[in-house]
């Protein structure tokens, strides 16, 4: 049972924007590096097109607090926690911390809900249960990291 | 004293992704689209640079609700209403309509919370008070356009 | 018969870099652009996913010519010409006119290869001809345009 | 004096588009991690804003060709080749590798023009060498590792 996963990456060029700043919409990117991680360190893939029918994983919440800007070069920390679980649904809280600060120092903090679908023939998605030997592997992260 | 805009965009094959659907961190940017529209039309830039000390309205809050996909040529409507107006700060609702489905249906809906800020000579920012010109032209919604 | 197509996109804040210019990147999605318009304006998409097999455009070859840099809020018109037609592949060729310089300017070149491919079952792909419905409505354009 | 660099990604799930496959621009972005590492071994980097004047390394041109496709998860190695060296532009050839594939196989090779520029007070930006402490640590590669 696994509850959390810590990637590691570092701001590029070509995320930066013109106020010489991380751009806000790439914090989402980098929790979702932090999530297919974790999925990966628990030996499955968030993409699941082999299975019949294939199920998904698409996101019908995600949400970021930005405290502090990263620039380019800065090396982030994306500590992902399981913050709920539910049949069909997981949500994870995400903080980002700026490991080239001295000393480092929390930068944001993010969310992402993600619900499990079975795509349908006819190209419709139907909420599903998440599979059992996936679901057996996540576990809510303690209270006291959660706080 | 404006308190809308409504911004068209249409899906490009790069904001797809493998799920053939538009990456749930494109919905930010197609927000960003909306509020640039918005201060053009107002007669500003969401740059103001030219300044002394140079102003920028960097985003301190962002989240999104998902209810159905976007896919690949689909003209989506961004309307972008102004949901709160503080001294340092304005957050913008935004809702996604999908113009290519029969009837248009809503597909998201976001929020987006800026904080005027100072750039100082030190390389920092510091809040500070929308200028008044600009935040002279702006209201927020009314109740019901907001319910 | 078409062999040119122009598209009109405005430079986005998420366009930019933290040298205040467009990435270099981002031309290339914005040939897509144009390239995605000239085929809705001949009646069929870049994408033929309900053939079977079905068939894909990848790209085999693409390139930039970077002259002038593009900055936010630029207004630019991407001018496709079909500038190579084959029996299995089309080159694109695409000029960057900045509209908001005064006056307007070329600020860039650019050249794209794609190739028809038909999806394996097996997932792989394989170079096929063109379908003649398409290719019948594409032309290369006259060589005084392309010089 | 350095010659080469190699740089290790993996595909994202925000790197991929509808055809299931990465997004052939962002071999351009998977190109610049590689030139930014490359910097970063030889003690400097691709942004000197410190300078007076500023110096920048705009791209006046930039090439792919792409021979097989990249899926989401791939190990990628990106294989930094400084091709041509004058004494206002460098440029670097670029060799992709798919190191997920068995055996590891090349799947693109790309090329980046950058030219030295000091950024004016008036906002342009002329052609500039590049200073000596930065040249000085670069060479042309072995021919035999172009070929």
Redesign the interface.
Same mark, same amino acid.
Request: glycine fraction near 6%; hydrophobic fraction near 45%.
């Given at each position: 049972m696994a509850y959390e996963f810590k990637a590691t990456r570092r701001v590029?060029?070509?995320d930066?924007?013109?106020?010489?700043?991380m751009?806000?919409?790439?914090f989402?990117?980098f929790m979702?590096?932090a999530e297919?991680g974790f999925c990966?360190s628990l030996g499955f893939? %968030? %993409?699941l097109g082999q299975r019949d029918p294939p199920l998904?994983f698409?996101?019908?919440?995600?949400?970021?607090?930005?405290?502090k800007?990263l620039r380019?070069?800065d090396l982030v920390e994306i500590h992902l926690l399981v913050q709920e679980k539910k049949s069909k649904s997981i949500t994870y809280g995400f903080r980002f911390r700026n490991l080239s600060a001295s000393p480092p120092e929390e930068v944001a903090r993010g969310l992402i809900t993600i619900v499990c679908v079975a795509h349908q023939p006819d190209g419709t998605?139907a909420a599903a249960p998440i599979p059992a030997e996936i679901a057996g592997k996540i576990e809510v992260a303690p209270a006291e990291l959660l706080a």
């Amino acid at each position: 049972m696994a509850y959390e996963f810590k990637a590691t990456r570092r701001v590029e060029f070509s995320d930066t924007d013109m106020a010489g700043i991380m751009h806000f919409s790439n914090f989402f990117r980098f929790m979702e590096t932090a999530e297919q991680g974790f999925c990966r360190s628990l030996g499955f893939s %968030v %993409v699941l097109g082999q299975r019949d029918p294939p199920l998904g994983f698409p996101r019908v919440h995600a949400a970021c607090d930005y405290k502090k800007p990263l620039r380019f070069e800065d090396l982030v920390e994306i500590h992902l926690l399981v913050q709920e679980k539910k049949s069909k649904s997981i949500t994870y809280g995400f903080r980002f911390r700026n490991l080239s600060a001295s000393p480092p120092e929390e930068v944001a903090r993010g969310l992402i809900t993600i619900v499990c679908v079975a795509h349908q023939p006819d190209g419709t998605m139907a909420a599903a249960p998440i599979p059992a030997e996936i679901a057996g592997k996540i576990e809510v992260a303690p209270a006291e990291l959660l706080a």
